[in-house]
């Protein structure tokens, strides 16, 4: 079975600054890592996806993740946030296959505040 | 564009009553998902279906059932509410094993 823990419950930072949310996984087999952002009063919005290939994955609104699989983390990063970017981040895994059905294993979620 | 609907954004209902919860997709997808999301436990899955008629239970099913008569709905049912069962609800569907399209949820009270 696979699980996921998010390190922080939240995150305070200030505009502009960089902030990294972080997120570790265990599973004993192959999988693929997610990161889902919700906006206020909102569902949840993929923001990137590692499957394969580079480690270094590159998702919208300027974030990016890197795939570390000796320290089975998966931490997300921007290096500039602006208020728009306050919001809850949870990071998600499954197993890999070829086909079918996935079910998605979530992190507690990490509440991303951003201050003037 | 990718479209995951939900019947209703929020949903206040009295303890006993039996409340049902729609989603529905326009994408063709296989599989469709209920989760249920509270603070500090991220979603935890209620119930999945990978076909129409199908469904499999998740890792909270109990107080909770689900019907897909179409492939593009998915209906959660809860059969008599009580108060623990106040919560967002998500629903989400997917053609692959790697994506998921969430709705915007339902926001569920019961008093």
């Known amino acids: 079975a696979q699980s996921v823990t998010q390190l922080d419950s939240q995150v305070p930072v200030f505009e502009e600054a960089p902030v990294e949310l972080r997120c570790n996984y265990s599973?004993?087999?192959?999988?693929?890592l997610f990161w889902y952002v919700q906006y206020p009063n909102q569902g949840l919005q993929l923001l990137l996806k590692?499957?394969?290939?580079?480690?270094l994955v590159k998702g919208i609104n300027g974030f990016e993740a890197e795939f570390n699989k000796s320290q089975t983390s998966f931490h997300l990063r921007k290096p500039s946030v602006h208020i728009s970017d306050t919001a809850e981040y949870f990071c998600?895994?499954?197993?890999?296959?070829?086909?079918?059905?996935?079910?998605?294993?979530f992190g507690a979620g990490t509440r991303l505040a951003v201050h003037p | 564009d990718v479209k995951v609907t939900q019947s209703s954004r929020y949903l206040v209902k009295r303890t006993g009553e039996k409340v049902f919860l729609e989603c529905v997709q326009d994408?063709?997808?296989?599989?469709m998902f209920w989760y249920r999301q509270d603070p500090g436990l991220g979603l935890r899955l209620i119930y999945f279906?990978?076909?129409?008629?199908?469904?499999e239970k998740g890792d909270i099913p109990e107080g909770y059932s689900v019907s897909r008569e179409k492939k593009e709905r998915f209906s959660l049912i809860l059969e008599s509410a009580s108060t623990n069962q106040t919560s967002m609800y998500l629903c989400?569907?997917?053609?692959?094993?790697?994506?998921?399209?969430f709705g915007p949820g339902t926001r569920l009270t019961v008093t």
């Open positions: 989400a569907s997917s053609s692959t094993p790697y994506e998921q399209y």
């Open positions: 599973s004993s087999v192959s999988v693929y």
């Open positions: 590692y499957l394969s290939g580079s480690t």
């Open positions: 998600a895994v499954t197993r890999q296959r070829s086909g079918g059905y996935n079910k998605l294993i």
């Open positions: 994408m063709d997808h296989e599989n």
């Open positions: 279906s990978y076909d129409v008629k199908m469904k």
